[in-house]
T-cell receptor, first 115, second 115 residues
């Protein structure tokens, strides 16, 4: 089966610019996660979707970050405006369902550098 | 809150020797624990999980982990290390919530296997 697809792989922007990341989960996976991985740290959950609904966005900096999964399949994460501290790898993961015992599958991530 | 700690930033081991990467956990209720590996510029790959059952869990690529409830530990082990095992290893615990099963990760341990 195809894995979790993410694009772009790398992005360099200047602070205060906007940027968007795209994720296509494994086919049939209802739950989609966006994680932020800052250099030297473990991934931190930003937002979690079940189909097209948000189930947890408590750690998403909503003044600058937004995410959507309109049709319950692929998802977009946006940052506007970007800050230097947003430099990180943004990982998308998916799993079959909200309470599935199956492990989450991760994409290769988007590495964001803010100048 | 459900959390894990990885006390070692880096573990060095010679090829052919056994390796251990340490993880301790702090949870309320039953722990659901995971190990993931991350190679450079790649996403996280699932190695193994402990949900319930045998304390010794076998996973991918010859890795195993020992769940120890009295010591609240879930150490990752391999009897004979390979140079190709050199990577970043993350321990994670399922975050119990009403919103599903996102993961809380440790900060990661860099494993270096030398020839």
């Amino acid at each position: 089966e195809a894995g979790v697809a993410q694009s772009p792989r790398y992005k360099i922007i200047e602070k205060r610019q906007s940027v968007a990341f795209w994720c296509n989960p494994i086919s049939g996976h209802a739950t989609l996660y966006w994680y932020q991985q800052i250099l030297g740290q473990g991934p931190k959950l930003l937002i979690q979707f079940q189909n097209n609904g948000v189930v947890d966005d408590s750690q998403l900096p909503k003044d600058r970050f937004s995410a959507e999964r309109l049709k319950g399949v692929d998802s977009t994460l946006k940052i506007q405006p970007a800050k230097l501290e947003d430099s990180a790898v943004y990982l998308c993961a998916s799993s079959p369902g909200l309470y599935s015992n199956q492990p989450q599958h991760f994409g290769d991530g988007t590495r964001l550098s803010i100048l | 809150a459900q959390s894990v700690a990885q006390p070692e930033d880096q573990v060095n081991v010679a090829e052919g020797n056994p390796l251990t990467v340490k993880c301790t956990y702090s949870v309320s209720g039953n722990p659901y624990l995971f190990w993931y590996v991350q190679y450079p510029n790649r996403g996280l790959q699932f190695l193994l999980k402990y949900i319930t059952g045998d304390n010794l869990v076998k996973g991918s690529y010859g890795f195993e982990a020992e769940f120890n409830k009295s010591q609240t530990s879930f150490h990752l082990k391999k009897p004979s290390a390979l140079v190709s095992d050199s990577a970043l290893y993350f321990c994670a615990v399922r975050a119990n919530s009403n919103s599903g099963y996102a993961l809380n990760f440790g900060k990661g341990t860099s494993l270096l296997v030398t020839p």
